[in-house]
């Protein structure tokens, strides 16, 4: 057993089990699948540490039947490792800005037995994917500057998001009225999120 699935819980245990991490590397990272550390996947983009992965998965607390938004999905790992979390009954969106990495990631993704986890590309001005919204959980992996309303805008009331905001790792629940609720989980480091215009 891996370092970094050892430490989680039992489901995310298994959804590391199954989701291999050499499948959502290139040819030449592929032999580093093991090492506990992010890796390039072009575009100065990684497959991010997974550890960090990890974390965050438990912090999302996801379950069976959710409908889960992956934003920032890349390699299509975190995308694949959520179809896992939510089963048959639930539905994963992995959105991706990087055109390329949005095709690469898809075909990832695709070669899972989780057809109901895709990761698609980013749409021109949108951020997230609000049209097929609302999520009961949203995943960030690129950190923004502060706390993005659009995607608190995209949660259903009490749902939750996992996001590193200027290297802060945050949960941010939504609230039936008022602001969100919103804790610090340690530090990380991220790449930037980027606004989705191209
Ligand atoms: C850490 S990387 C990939 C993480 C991915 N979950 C994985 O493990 O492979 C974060 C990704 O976020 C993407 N990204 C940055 N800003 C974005 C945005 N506004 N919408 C969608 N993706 C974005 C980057 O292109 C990059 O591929």
């Not at 899972?112 to 057809?115: C, E, G, I, Q, W």
């Not at 001005?125 to 997230?128: M, R």
């Given at each position: 057993m891996r370092r970094w699935a050892a430490a989680s819980n039992p489901a995310i245990r298994e959804a590391f089990a199954a989701v291999d991490r050499r499948g959502f590397l290139t040819e030449h990272q592929q032999r580093f699948a093991d090492d506990d550390r992010p890796l390039p996947i072009g575009h100065g983009q990684t497959n991010s540490q997974p550890t960090t992965v990890a974390n965050m998965l438990a912090l999302l607390d996801v379950l069976p039947g959710q409908r889960v938004l992956d934003v920032?999905?890349?390699?299509?790992w975190t995308t694949a490792l959520l179809g896992h979390l939510v089963g048959p009954e639930g539905r994963v969106i992995g959105v991706e800005l990087v055109p390329e990495l949005a095709v690469w990631g898809a075909a990832n993704v695709g070669r899972?037995?989780?057809?109901w986890a895709t990761e698609q590309a980013a749409e021109r001005?949108?951020?997230?994917r609000p049209a097929e919204g609302p999520y009961d959980r949203i995943l960030v992996s690129a950190a923004p500057g502060g706390v993005p309303g659009e995607l608190v805008d995209q949660l259903v009331l009490g749902g939750l998001m996992v996001i590193p905001v200027r290297s802060r790792m945050l949960t941010v629940r939504r609230q039936a009225e008022g602001p969100p609720e919103i804790h610090e989980h340690g530090s990380y480091s991220f790449v930037p999120l980027l606004r989705p215009h191209h």
């Open positions: 920032g999905a890349g390699s299509g899972h037995p989780v057809p001005d949108v951020l997230g």
